[in-house]
C-alpha cells in the first residue's frame, strides 16, 4: 500500500511563500496521478491542484491559479507544491493524495496534511 508523506508547512505573512511536498512510499508513484487537497477549520476539504502520472498534464482550481504550482519528481517520487502571494484564506490542511479530478471521492491513499497558516 502506498504511504503519502507531507511536509513544509508553517507560518507565513501574506504575499510570502512555501513549498510543500509529499514524499510516496510506493514503487508504483510513476504510474500514479497525484493531487493537493486543502481543508480549513470547519470547512470541507477542497482542491488545489493535480498532475498526471507523467507530469504533463497539471490542473489548478481557480482560487490558486498563476499563485500555485505542481510539480513532480518521479524519480524521487515526490510531488510538490510551490505557493508564492499567499493569502489569509490559503490558511489549511494541506493534503496530497492519488488520483486525478476536483473531488476527494477521486483520491484514494491521503497523506496526513501539512498545515499551513497565512497571517495578515
Known amino acids: 500500500q502506498v504511504q503519502l508523506v507531507e511536509s513544509g508547512g508553517g507560518l507565513v505573512q501574506a504575499g510570502g511563500s512555501l513549498r510543500l511536498s509529499c514524499a510516496s512510499s510506493?514503487?508504483?508513484?510513476?504510474?500514479?496521478?497525484m493531487g493537493w487537497f486543502r481543508q480549513a477549520p470547519g470547512k470541507d476539504r477542497n482542491f488545489v491542484a493535480c498532475?498526471?502520472?507523467?507530469?504533463?498534464?497539471?490542473y489548478y482550481a481557480d482560487s490558486v491559479k498563476g499563485r500555485f504550482t505542481i510539480s513532480r519528481d518521479n524519480a524521487k517520487n515526490t510531488v510538490d507544491l510551490e505557493m508564492n502571494s499567499l493569502k489569509p484564506e490559503d490558511t489549511a490542511l494541506y493534503y496530497c493524495?492519488?488520483?486525478?479530478?476536483?473531488?476527494?471521492?477521486?483520491?484514494?491513499?491521503w497523506g496526513q496534511g501539512t498545515r499551513v497558516t497565512v497571517s495578515s
Open positions: 493524495a492519488i488520483g486525478w479530478g476536483t473531488l476527494p471521492g477521486q483520491y484514494n491513499s
Open positions: 510506493g514503487s508504483t508513484f510513476s504510474n500514479l496521478a
Open positions: 498532475v498526471s502520472a507523467s507530469g504533463d498534464r497539471v
